[in-house]
């Protein structure tokens, strides 16, 4: 199994799920904060996730979908089935660990049990073999697989990221970690957006222009049947320099290598006051 060393040739395979809820107001979707200190996106929000672990790739056979259905659910045929295998486990073990949430259909009292372990420092794979039950790889629909530039100025280090969408199992509450997280918030995606523009939270590119795209659905329904009808686009966004500023792209965009546009919202965030910002403000992101 290819871990990556973080470089441009080499990112780090990485799993993120957007956790998705139906609220009175209408969708929402989980964001935690990461550690002030973290190396990788320290004090910015984002969706549960991190880099895939060599451990992973042991319990394949744990999930609820055979390994060789799941490259082509990540729109990927030509990927190896045990890579794209651990892809998933390592998404729910992220979600697992950084917010408490288990896709397996263990009830509350499971997972209060699997809960108590993890808190004991028992490793994932001993939690996910004593469950008596698969984890749940179908409740995970692939979203979207974003790459860092290739030619970033500020990425020190490089990710291959798998990004799932999937709405909060039954009566489960995410809860940020108190570790590698230090708060947990459930907001619309309009909202989120709102709350970085208006300098409350701090985004990074994907997370921005992910939130973008929920931003034009309603509810959890039309978010997951919109995952089941087409093939997750492969975003790599491309960095260049415009009149002093740093700016990075999407494909459509005129400076983009791919003219195809695969994502709604601005086709370019320019480098201003710290931050990513679209050309246009807010509004060019809620459309």
């Known amino acids: 199994m290819n871990l990556g060393d973080g470089s441009p040739a080499s990112p780090f395979p990485s799993a993120t799920v957007l956790m998705l809820r139906d609220a009175p107001a209408g969708l929402e979707v989980f964001l935690l904060e990461r550690h002030g200190l973290s190396e990788v996106l ?55 660990e950084e917010a408490g949430v288990l896709f397996a259909d263990i009830g509350q009292d499971g997972v209060q049990a699997a809960q108590a372990l993890h808190r004991a420092g028992r490793a994932f794979r001993d939690v996910a073999e004593g469950l008596g039950v698969p984890l749940a790889a179908a409740s995970l629909l692939p979203w979207s697989r974003w790459i860092t530039p290739l030619n970033s100025v500020r990425a020190r280090k490089h990710f291959d990221a798998r990004f799932f969408v999937a709405g909060v199992p039954p009566g489960q509450e995410p809860m940020h970690d108190q570790h590698e997280t230090t708060k947990s918030v459930w907001l619309a995606p309009a909202a989120a957006l709102r709350e970085y523009w208006e300098g409350r939270i701090q985004l990074a590119a994907p997370q921005i222009m992910s939130l973008a795209q929920l931003a034009r659905f309603g509810d959890v329904a039309s978010v997951l049947a919109d995952a089941r009808s087409r093939k997750p686009p492969r975003i790599q966004p491309e960095a260049f320099q415009e009149g002093g500023v740093s700016m990075v792209c999407y494909p459509g965009d005129s400076q983009h290598s791919l003219q195809t546009r695969l994502l709604p919202g601005p086709s370019r965030l320019c480098w201003r006051n710290d931050r990513y910002e679209p050309e246009g403000g807010l509004e060019a992101l809620l459309g």
């Open 42 to 96: 320290g004090g910015a929000y984002v969706f549960p996730g991190g880099k895939l672990d060599r451990a992973d790739a042991e319990l394949l056979g744990m999930l609820d979908q055979p390994p060789s259905a799941l490259p082509v659910a990540l729109g990927e045929p030509a990927l190896d089935e045990g890579n794209a295998a651990a892809l998933y486990v390592a998404a729910i073990r992220e979600v697992f």
